[in-house]
């Protein structure tokens, strides 16, 4: 593991930290720096071990180069359906501010993975696939609040990835084993605040308790503000 070369007072105000105790970490960070821990009161010692626990590793070396999340095959597979249906919709001529449900679960998802960073090898995979009924069910509650505040339209679940079977090898599974064109709700600008919202009360604890690589993760949801940078690459 690399050393810290300076405080990460940034990186806590980003995990939702108030402005009072990252300036404390900030502070307390440069006193043992220069003094050395064993000066510093035991409440403040334990104080900037909570909070250099709440922080991401920094890695060095092999650790360094291992795949980033962004690389690793659950987070490609999402992305690829969430691709796919966004280029759908573009031709959709849907309402300015509407969405498909369907990818605003998907992008939940991402933002969540992005956020907690989990291992996602094996054991977090297999149990990942708990998620395809939990995301069926908001979708359910999508197409009842669709005939209200939104509409229905076509979508086949399917045609993208045989696409690109047609053109690589690959070992991507369906987003939903349907065939041919699925009802798909697409909810207005007024109704996807509040789904969102039921997206996320739904899905944040789900992601921390499935997720063995997430058992002893002490971080905090992640404000509602927080999101994706598209361009990160993990």
Do not use: C
Not at 52 to 77: F, H, M, T
Not at 117 to 134: C, H, N, R, S, Y
Not at 185 to 212: I, K, N, W, Y
């Amino acid at each position: 593991m690399a050393k810290e070369l300076t405080h990460r007072g940034d990186e806590l105000k980003s995990l939702g930290w108030s402005a009072e105790d990252v300036a404390r970490y900030a502070e307390l960070w440069e006193y043992r720096q220069r003094w050395g821990a064993m000066n510093l009161e035991r409440e403040d010692r334990l104080f900037l071990r909570k909070a250099e626990a709440a922080l991401p590793a920094i890695l060095s070396g092999k650790a360094a180069a291992r795949k980033g999340l962004r690389d690793k095959a659950y987070v490609r597979w999402l992305q690829f359906h969430l691709d796919a249906m966004q280029a759908a919709e573009a031709a959709f001529g849907l309402p300015d501010g509407a969405q498909g449900a369907w990818p605003m679960l998907l992008e939940e998802e991402l933002r969540l993975l992005d956020y907690y960073q989990p291992v996602l090898g094996l054991p977090d995979t297999l149990k990942a696939k708990g998620f395809d009924p939990v995301r069926e069910e908001l979708a359910e509650m999508a197409t009842a609040l669709a005939a209200s505040s939104g509409e229905m339209r076509q979508y086949d679940f399917m045609a993208a990835l045989e696409a690109l079977k047609a053109k690589e090898s690959t070992r991507f599974r369906p987003l939903r084993d349907l065939e041919g064109a699925q009802p798909y709700p697409v909810l207005h600008a007024d109704a996807l605040v509040s789904f969102r919202d039921q997206v996320r009360a739904r899905l944040t604890p789900l992601l921390r308790e499935t997720l063995p690589s997430l058992a002893n993760s002490e971080k905090p949801e992640p404000p509602a503000d927080w999101s994706r940078d598209p361009g990160a690459g993990s």
